[in-house]
Nanobody
Framework: VQLQASGGGLVQVGGSLRLSCAAS????????MGWFRQAPGKDREFVAG????????YYEDFAKGRFTISRDNNKNTVYLQMNSLKSEDTAVYYC????????????????WGQGTQVTVSS
């Protein structure tokens, strides 16, 4: 499975961005997907996850109410809509696929994309 993340960029505080992650190479798009982020000098942390079937969504506390994860199985793509962005949201955002344990544990995820930079300026 190959994952290609896109949609990052520079945005002002309070603005919005939508990240996309296109998956390819698998037999079908029937696996859970997630987003993580890593800020400079910090560990990579879970942002949001979405299951494959009858999608359930999971969010880290900082993302609740501001971020929305969704998927389009016809396009093999998962999205992360980010609203009301804060300067502390500045990070490289990574998409991941097929967790083999807790969504919140980065070690559980089998496949990773290359990351897309999100910079929120004040």
């Amino acid at each position: 499975v190959q994952l290609q993340a896109s949609g990052g960029g520079l945005v002002q505080v309070g603005g919005s961005l939508r990240l996309s992650c296109a998956a390819s190479g698998g037999s079908s798009f029937t696996y859970a997907m997630g987003w993580f982020r890593q800020a400079p000098g910090k560990d990579r942390e879970f942002v949001a996850g979405i299951s494959a079937i009858s999608p359930r969504t999971y969010y880290e506390d900082f993302a609740k109410g501001r971020f929305t994860i969704s998927r389009d199985n016809n396009k093999n793509t998962v999205y992360l809509q980010m609203n009301s962005l804060k300067s502390e949201d500045t990070a490289v955002y990574y998409c991941a696929a097929e967790p083999r344990g807790s969504y919140f544990d980065e070690l559980a995820w089998a496949y990773w994309g290359q990351g897309t930079q999100v910079t929120v300026s004040s």
